[in-house]
């Protein structure tokens, strides 16, 4: 993997003019500076909180039972423990970047990754651009079921070499791993977490509305698609037009140095790890969505996964775990970042200002004539994401309270489940308190800031694809 930075440590010469320019601080700064504002907040915002009452194995809000509670501003030790409680409450998907992503490299140091890449590429010809049509387009059909974009986490280590490889840069092999998963998982159809949670809250039949998500999923990923080529195709041509030059030469100078004895000869052993590799990795994911797996079971699978791999080509046990140890090393920046953005949400959690913002926001909502509230709910959901970057989470604390409202104005509650879904799944690709978004750029080495000037043209795309769909949702009348 790539030795791992955030912004700050893109060094430039102090004297030099583009040392003026400002540059995004670090990921860890923006969280922590995050966490005292919320800290301010607590002696600020009046308190508040909604009662709540189980609704399918997770605590719901109950709708209309807002009241104001004596304030509690947040002490020393809160702030202080904010990070670290916030890690232990995350430890899924710390656990998960650590174990799937340790997983993946090891695959790859057994050899079975390089050979499956030398496959594809030989399949492919000259038609080499196709690969980014056809992994992100998978990727996002998984998505859009399982409803899981943390597997961008496993997508990474193989698409990172690849994309070098092919002569492409760190961004676009970035864009793969997490534009199929996500855009997948914002124009989901089956996804249980948010959909089915949303499904739940609302009264709706499981899983409903799938036809029409359907279009704007397929939509949506082609427009993906076709970004992605078209800048890829521009670095490719130039490849002076990447965002990160000198992070691509190291990468590259790294994996040439791996590959660099000339052809390879691969063994049997690691043809058939490779196709035994292939078969658990569909199976993983038809027991992701088969028995509705969550981040620990899936964590345990893939290193089982890379395990069984490892012994089939031949390695013994004591080199399975060096390789493990090495290839968490490469992730575990990663990991980190995952714990230290959910401590956000703990400092609001303990400062009882999150349903009091909740509240707020939905006097702001009430009012406003169908259409607009149907993409106000939207903008609330995708701005919350900030604050609660879990969809479920999302799903049991506002929902009980923009249902409601939606029904005093006649949107029926589907097109609210919409707004919630797009609005999160859009959220995830550029808030900082998202751990598997960050977690991957983290994996990659790209800075934060890079990514964003990426993103943001194609956010602002994807944005009026998801307030035409909500506006059309609202004229048809979608039930």
Avoid at 83 to 95: E, Y
Avoid at 224 to 244: E, H, N, W
Avoid at 309 to 329: F, H, K, P, T, W
Avoid at 445 to 471: D, E, M, N
């Amino acid at each position: 993997m790539a030795t791992l930075h955030t912004p700050s440590e893109q060094k430039t010469d102090s004297k030099s003019p583009a040392a003026k320019k400002f540059v995004i601080p670090d990921i860890y700064v923006i969280l922590g500076a995050m966490v005292l504002i919320v800290a301010v907040l607590s002696y600020i915002m009046p308190a508040g909180e909604y009662a709540r009452t189980m609704v399918n194995g997770r605590s719901t809000v109950v709708p209309g039972s807002f009241q104001f509670i004596e304030q509690t501003p947040l002490s020393f030790m809160q702030i202080m423990s904010a990070i670290p409680d916030g890690m232990v409450k995350a430890a899924d998907v710390v656990i998960l970047t650590l174990l799937v992503g340790g997983a993946v490299g090891v695959i790859r140091m057994a050899g079975v990754i390089n050979y499956a890449i030398d496959k594809l590429l030989a399949a492919l010809g000259a038609r080499v651009s196709l690969i980014m049509f056809v992994l992100v387009f998978i990727f996002s059909l998984i998505a859009a079921f399982v409803g899981t974009p943390e597997l961008g986490i496993a997508y990474l280590p193989i698409v990172l070499p690849l994309m070098l490889r092919l002569g492409y840069d760190t961004t676009s092999a970035v864009a793969i791993a997490l534009l199929g998963p996500s855009v997948g998982f914002a124009f989901a159809l089956t996804a249980p977490a948010t959909i089915g949670t949303s499904h739940i809250v609302g009264q709706l039949p499981m899983f409903s509305g799938a036809g029409y998500r359907a279009i704007f999923l397929v939509v949506s990923t082609l427009i993906s698609i076709a970004y992605l080529m078209r800048y890829a195709a521009r670095v490719k041509a130039d490849p002076a037009r990447s965002l990160t030059p000198e992070l691509d030469a190291t990468l590259r100078s790294k994996y040439q140095a791996e590959t660099n004895a000339g052809p390879v000869e691969y063994t049997v052993r690691q043809r058939i790890a490779a196709v035994a590799t292939l078969v658990m990795f569909i199976a993983i994911i038809w027991s992701i969505l088969q028995f509705k797996l969550g981040f620990v079971p899936i964590s345990g699978l893939f290193m089982g996964m890379a395990v069984v791999c490892s012994l089939i080509v031949g390695q013994r046990l004591n080199d399975i775990c060096s390789n493990y140890n090495e290839a968490m090393r490469g992730v575990m920046v990663g990991a980190l970042i995952c714990g230290v953005a959910r401590g956000v949400s703990v400092a609001l959690e303990n400062g009882h200002i999150l349903d009091t913002m909740v509240y707020y926001l939905a006097q702001m909502l009430s009012g406003l004539p169908t259409s607009l509230t149907a993409i106000g709910i939207w903008i609330v959901e995708w701005a919350f994401n900030l604050v609660v970057p879990s969809g479920a989470g999302k799903a049991v604390i506002t929902l009980p309270v923009f249902f409601p409202l939606a029904d005093l104005v006649g949107l029926h509650r589907q097109v609210v489940v919409l707004g919630l879904q797009w609005g999160d799944g859009l959220a995830n690709l550029m808030q900082p308190t998202e751990g598997y978004f960050m977690a991957i750029i983290a994996m990659a080495g790209l800075p934060f800031g890079k990514w964003l000037k990426f993103y943001l043209p194609l956010f602002a795309i994807l944005s009026a694809v998801c307030i035409i769909g909500l506006l059309a949702a609202v004229s048809i009348g979608l039930n």
